[in-house]
């Protein structure tokens, strides 16, 4: 029976983005974060996020939008880090996976 579990280079990888993701959230403001924590990971509609945030619908937009501006800047700096070498080594791994996307694959 084959062992269906994720190789040690791609449970790095995975590792990798999420230690890279969670710092890329620690730099937003409390309020953005939130927002983003219920919008996007908790899969909250804007409307519930909204409700749960005590804000308007629009306030939650905004947060949601300018998160992902910030989130999206620090990820493409952060990527901007790895060597020409790495992304290649990477991304091979990845079975072609964009540097961007190694990074953060829920991003675009």
């Known amino acids: 029976m084959p062992d269906s579990r994720a190789g040690p280079e791609s449970a790095f990888l995975q590792d990798e983005r999420s230690r890279i993701l969670s710092a890329a959230m620690d730099k937003l403001t409390p309020g953005t ?4 924590e ?3 990971l908790g ?3 804007t409307e519930e996020a909204a409700r749960v945030m005590g804000l308007s ?3 939650v937009k905004g947060r949601v939008f300018h998160g992902r501006k910030k989130l999206h800047q620090v990820l493409k700096r952060e990527s ?3 060597s020409g070498r790495q992304i290649l080594q990477a991304s091979r791994k990845a079975n072609g996976r964009s540097r961007h996307q190694l990074v953060c694959s829920s991003c675009d």
Do not use: C, D, H, T
């Open 33 to 36: 974060r939130k927002a983003i």
């Open 43 to 45: 899969q909250l509609s």
């Open 38 to 40: 219920l919008r996007e």
């Open 57 to 59: 619908v629009a306030a």
């Open 80 to 82: 901007a880090w790895m």
